[in-house]
């Protein structure tokens, strides 16, 4: 809708109407002191010189695709996205689409949506899918709301892994506070640990186990045994996944997983600045009634045609909120269309190879940079595309050498685990060509 200021009589009239004189008597019942009666703004531009201005600062942003080397990744990675994607998602119809409410006029939507939940359960070996959060960090925290529910609260204890996302562990306790929940695990000096470690830990008041696979440091464990051990205590386990990663590895359905969440920015949606991404969350039928966000199903109309409609819709904003299993009810609907598109567009055989090419060149760049003195790998453990390497200076001044020199390193792990300043988490995915590889080397070679 277009922007359109009023004037001062319009806006003394519109006060009148509601009673009071001027726009501060609308602020009377905020306190004083958390008022801003004044915005620090600069001169008012006109629109030219405003489009000027943000130009320039647009220019100077760098890109990853032309401007950078990457290797970056960290839970966001630098993945190629076909065309069609960026020109099915600006369609009209998929881009102004609302909550599909009315399935007689939003059988394009629906159908795009339960194409997307098929397509996710199929690749984390579950039996549903809903239809997305906002980010992987959300469908994590959302894992727990629904071990809380099925519980009923009656069990209160989360043994978390301290190898999963630092920003997903943040936000499940930001998800969490005041609920009265025991954290177990999550304990960042623990994080050499596999995930065996977290057994002990395990008891008859342990609502949900969470892991991730690859873990944060892109190590790979088989996870039944954590699973199965969870199982025996009557917990449920919550694996976070990296979807390109599945395509290659053992699905978590296969180990016993009761729930898999991640982040699906990795198909089909570029870094964009860090969002908006999706949170893909997958889980087993016998929990779909405790499950949050939309669920789209499958039916036929009066005339036996097939059709889409919204099922098992009353969990959010349908229903009294202390009832809700979730409060946070809105889906990324068209980016869980571009990841669908993405997927449909690579297909099986195509989103292999993608895989595979991460694969390879990661497991080419740790071989390489592990013939550097004073560098090396920091873990033995099997890795994807995403491994740690030990730095003979701090992380932050590698990064500071590499940038330099127009390469984005890798992730300061120190940022989030105190005891490895010295750690760099690299990340290679299909973008990363030899050459660029050959590049890390040699300037690492050089510092």
Same mark, same amino acid.
């Given at each position: 809708m277009t922007y359109i200021p009023i004037s001062p009589a319009e806006r003394d009239a519109m006060l009148k109407t509601v009673?009071?004189?001027?726009?501060?008597?609308?602020?009377?019942?905020?306190?004083?002191?958390?008022?801003?009666?004044?915005?620090?703004?600069?001169?008012?531009?006109?629109?030219?010189?405003?489009?000027?201005?943000?130009?320039?600062?647009?220019?100077?942003?760098?890109?990853?695709?032309?401007?950078?080397?990457?290797f970056l990744g960290a839970g966001a990675y630098n993945h190629y996205v076909p065309s069609v994607v960026d020109h099915i998602l600006r369609r009209g119809e998929f881009y102004t689409a609302y909550t599909p409410y009315q399935p007689e006029i939003s059988q394009g939507t629906l159908q795009a949506i339960f194409e997307y939940q098929s397509l996710m359960a199929s690749l984390t070996g579950m039996e549903v899918s809903n239809a997305s959060h906002y980010d992987g960090a959300t469908a994590t925290a959302e894992a727990v709301n629904l071990a809380y529910a099925q519980f009923r609260g009656k069990r209160k204890k989360i043994v978390m892994s301290p190898s999963v996302h630092p920003q997903y562990r943040q936000v499940i306790r930001t998800y969490t506070q005041a609920m009265g929940l025991e954290e177990a695990g999550d304990d960042s000096a623990r994080h050499e640990d596999g995930p065996e470690a977290l057994i002990s830990l395990f008891d008859e008041?342990?609502?949900?186990?969470?892991?991730?696979?690859?873990?944060?440091?892109?190590?790979?464990?088989?996870?039944?045994?954590?699973?199965?051990?969870?199982?025996?205590?009557?917990?449920?386990?919550?694996?976070?996944?990296?979807?390109?990663a599945l395509l290659m590895l053992k699905s978590p359905g296969d180990m016993g997983a009761d729930i898999v969440?991640?982040?699906?920015?990795?198909?089909? =949606?570029?870094?964009?600045?860090?969002?908006?991404?999706?949170? @893909? &969350?997958?889980?087993?039928?016998?929990?779909?009634? !405790?499950? *949050?966000?939309?669920?789209?199903?499958?039916?036929?109309?009066?005339?036996?045609?097939?059709?889409?409609?919204?099922?098992?819709?009353?969990?959010?904003?349908?229903?009294?909120?202390?009832?809700a299993t979730s409060n946070i009810c809105t889906n990324q609907g068209l980016l869980a269309?571009?990841?669908?598109?993405?997927?449909?567009?690579?297909?099986?055989?195509?989103?292999?190879?993608?895989?595979?090419?991460?694969?390879?060149k990661a497991h080419y760049a740790a071989a390489?940079?592990?013939? =550097?003195?004073?560098?090396?790998?920091?873990?033995?453990?099997? @890795? &994807?595309?995403?491994?740690?390497?030990?730095?003979? !200076?701090? *992380?932050?001044?590698?990064?500071?050498?590499?940038l330099d020199h127009g390469v984005l390193g890798g992730y300061d792990l120190g940022a989030d685990y105190p005891d490895m300043q010295n750690h760099l988490l690299v990340a290679v995915t299909e973008m990363n060509s030899k050459e660029e590889i050959d590049t890390l080397v040699e300037l690492l070679k050089e510092m």
């Open positions: 009673g009071v004189k001027s726009l501060d008597d609308l602020f009377e019942a905020v306190p004083a002191r958390h008022r801003f009666p004044k915005l620090d703004l600069p001169p008012a531009l006109t629109e030219m010189e405003a489009a000027a201005h943000l130009g320039e600062m647009a220019a100077s942003n760098e890109n990853v695709r032309q401007d950078l080397i990457s008041n342990t609502m949900i186990v969470i892991v991730q696979y690859p873990d944060f440091f892109g190590r790979i464990y088989d996870l039944a045994q954590v699973i199965n051990a969870a199982h025996e205590k009557g917990a449920l386990v919550c694996v976070v996944a990296n979807p390109t969440v991640g982040e699906a920015q990795p198909f089909g =949606i570029p870094l964009w600045y860090g969002g908006p991404y999706l949170g @893909f &969350f997958t889980t087993r039928k016998s929990y779909v009634h !405790k499950m *949050a966000g939309r669920l789209v199903g499958e039916t036929v109309d009066v005339r036996g045609n097939r059709s889409y409609v919204l099922t098992l819709t009353a969990r959010e904003q349908h229903i009294k909120r202390e009832r269309l571009g990841c669908s598109v993405y997927m449909s567009v690579l297909g099986k055989q195509g989103l292999q190879e993608v895989a595979n090419l991460c694969y390879q390489e940079l592990s013939k =550097i003195k004073s560098f090396g790998l920091c873990h033995p453990e099997p @890795f &994807f595309h995403e491994f740690v390497l030990c730095t003979p !200076k701090p *992380a932050s001044e590698v990064n500071q050498y590499l």
